[in-house]
């Protein structure tokens, strides 16, 4: 093969990219990543992260690593674009507190304060950042057919807890303690009680109508 372009997915580092992305191995997928930019036949690296309410803690992380990358290799070696989770609602940042959004989105914002100013980081990367920045300030629900906040934090607690028994992880000891704290303080579903089930269709509603 002369030249490709890759394509991966990752938007932490540690222990907190392998809660996010369930059998990563950070250290190996890196080695890996600059295996192949070692070989310099690449004709692009593009790197997308998907920022769900967990990952606002780990991206800046992996910010910094993918500038190191930069500085070895270039600036588009590799490229990253932010994408904001809207499905499933329940995992959108908007699912978190005010006060956790707002400390979140000073933390993106000082990110930004200490690097837009990196020739290596490109317009187009750091759009996404500033798109997340006003996305934490302004959007209280991720699409029109979501379900109520309250519903959609219980779903998130019922989640993870589901996920943490099913695959031996542990919620509490990954993420800081401001997000620990308010996951901890939400009430824990009785999952035997039969509950209306939201549609997670994205395109519900916007079907071709046939006779």
Known sequence: ????????????????????????????????????????????VQ????????????????????LMLKREYGGLFPAVSLTILRFPS????????????RERQQHLRDWLSANEADPLFHDFELDTVRRLVDYLGEVESPHSQSSELELRQRDFRAFFTQFDARRGLSFEQTFPKNLVDWYLSLPVPD?????????GDA????HDVTD
């Open 47 to 66: 790197i997308m992260s998907t920022i769900s309410a967990p990952a606002l803690f780990s991206i800046t992380d992996f910010l910094n690593d993918v």
């Open 1 to 44: 093969v002369r030249a490709f372009g890759l394509y991966t997915s990752c938007e932490g580092t540690g222990h907190m990219a392998e809660y996010l992305r369930d059998g990563l191995n950070y250290e190996l997928f890196r080695q890996n990543l600059t295996r192949c930019l070692d070989a310099r036949f690449l004709r692009r």
């Open 191 to 199: 999952l035997s009680v039969p509950v209306e089930v939201v549609s």
């Open 90 to 101: 329940f995992m959108s940042p908007s699912v978190l507190p005010v006060e956790i959004k």
């Open 203 to 206: 395109s519900d509603g916007y």
